[in-house]
């Protein structure tokens, strides 16, 4: 191939050059950290929780407590295993009632987990 060297380097591709990394704004710096860290979900679950105690049947509201959502699907905790079979029947009716809540939220399903504490006052999380 007889091609002048000046065109051989032409018809490289050219690498990209690293964007500038200048500073950045508090704003977009706290977001990241608050998202990062958890602390933009804590209002999310006050919100959560509310509305997982207006839809909860009333079989479950003291002994159920709301999670997390994560790819559409609340975590569920509840305090013994006949729970979480009694949540089989309710499912549809507290899905459209939480989607009425927390339209937000996305909620396409739940998911019951036991957790011995699960609805006391002095249960952590």
Request: glycine content about 10%; proline content about 5%; hydrophobic content about 40%.
């Amino acid at each position: 191939m007889n091609v002048p060297m000046g065109t051989l380097f032409t018809m490289l591709p050219k690498e990209k050059q690293p964007a500038a990394a200048g500073p950045r704004t508090i704003g977009s710096v706290m977001s990241r950290l608050l998202a990062r860290t958890g602390y933009d979900r804590e209002h999310g679950s006050d919100v959560l929780t509310a509305a997982w105690q207006q839809a909860a049947p009333a079989s479950m509201q003291g002994s159920s407590q709301a999670g997390l959502v994560r790819r559409g699907v609340l975590d569920v905790f509840v305090s013994h295993s006949a729970l979480v079979q009694e949540m089989g029947f309710h499912k549809r009716e507290v899905l459209a009632r939480l989607g009425e809540l927390v339209p937000a939220e996305g909620i396409t399903d739940i998911r019951c987990r036991v957790m011995v504490d699960a609805g006391r006052a002095d249960a952590t999380r």
